[in-house]
């Protein structure tokens, strides 16, 4: 895999980082490019060195997060429910910029389906209804539950400004979806 220049990936991420921050000031429609350069201090030719348009900018931001996620998920299969949702409220946390302005302004509902998505997708493996508390329910159901009330709850939690630490909304997350799964 080949080094990226630091300069590139400095610019790179300003440009990111510029993009979410006129995100929470006006809609993604209004944003221009010459808002993104102006905010992230370079010009339009470097935007357009690395993408193709505001719209793959956005895109390519929103799965880059999907997929970090995706690697946390990977990365802790063996995990409890509760360490596992630590690891992803933490991230919430450090990425709280990005996620409060996707999700909870609802500055892009299409990272909100993307999320939903992969939540579904991840909670798939986790269900059994062939024995136990789920016998006889429709796993698709289930799925679609338990990742609709883990978006809404991060919405929430975003929203009112992480009023509690990642690690209590982790236990309390985790036990509720073990009770279900």
């Known amino acids: 895999m080949s080094k990226v220049d630091r300069r590139i990936a400095k610019s790179q991420e300003a440009i990111k980082k510029a993009v979410i921050e006129l995100m929470t000031e006006k809609s993604f429609d209004e944003v221009t490019i ?6 992230a201090n370079v010009n339009r030719g470097t935007i357009y060195l690395h993408y193709l348009d505001k719209f793959d900018l956005l895109d390519k931001l929103m799965e880059e997060h999907i997929n970090k996620l995706r690697d946390i998920c990977e990365s802790g299969n063996d995990l409890e429910w509760i360490e596992a949702t630590l690891i992803f409220f933490e991230y919430f946390e ?6 409060s302005t996707m999700l909870a302004s609802k500055g892009a509902p299409s990272f909100r389906s993307r999320f939903l998505g992969f939540l579904i997708k991840e909670f798939k493996d986790w269900v059994d209804t062939t024995n136990g508390k789920n016998h006889g329910l429709s796993e698709d159901v289930i799925v679609k539950f338990v990742a609709n009330a883990y978006v809404g709850v991060v919405e929430s939690w975003l929203k009112d400004g992480m009023p509690s ?7 309390e997350l985790g036990i509720l979806i073990e009770r279900i799964v």
């Open 94 to 99: 450090s990425n709280y910029l990005f996620f």
């Open 165 to 171: 630490p990642p690690h209590v909304m982790a236990k």
């Open 34 to 39: 010459q808002d993104i350069s102006d905010r």
